[in-house]
Nanobody, 120 residues
């Protein structure tokens, strides 16, 4: 099993920056994918950015050019650097990890989420 803990959320004014961190522990050796998702009230949870083995990174159009995802020490820490934040970035941000599986659906793990609030 994998345990994920997000940190770094908070309140920031528009145009400011935050750096989110996702710390992974447990059976992390079979992880091949980690990503950041966010969910605002009344909306679907949506992909913000993700990274996979080989360090291929993808970004949602709404954050492209402003956010950067990276990982350090294997899969033990994944960060999301958020610059030029906008009020529409306000949401709970979740970290997700996916492990390989011999059969069936690959196991997925989620953190508890961290609140990001951007004021005008």
């Amino acid at each position: 099993q994998v345990h994920l803990v997000e940190s770094g959320g908070g309140l920031v004014q528009a145009g400011g920056s935050l750096r989110l961190s996702c710390a992974a522990s447990g059976s992390i050796f079979d992880i091949y994918y980690m990503g950041w998702f966010r969910q605002a009230p009344g909306k679907q949870r949506e992909l913000v950015a993700d990274i996979s083995s080989g360090d291929n990174a993808n970004y949602a159009d709404l954050v492209k050019g402003r956010f950067t995802i990276s990982r350090d020490n294997g899969w033990r820490m994944v960060t999301l650097q958020m610059n030029n934040l906008k009020p529409e970035d306000t949401a709970v941000y979740y970290c997700k990890a996916v492990r390989y599986s011999r059969g069936g659906a690959p196991p997925e793990y989620w953190g508890q989420g961290t609140q990001v609030t951007v004021s005008s």
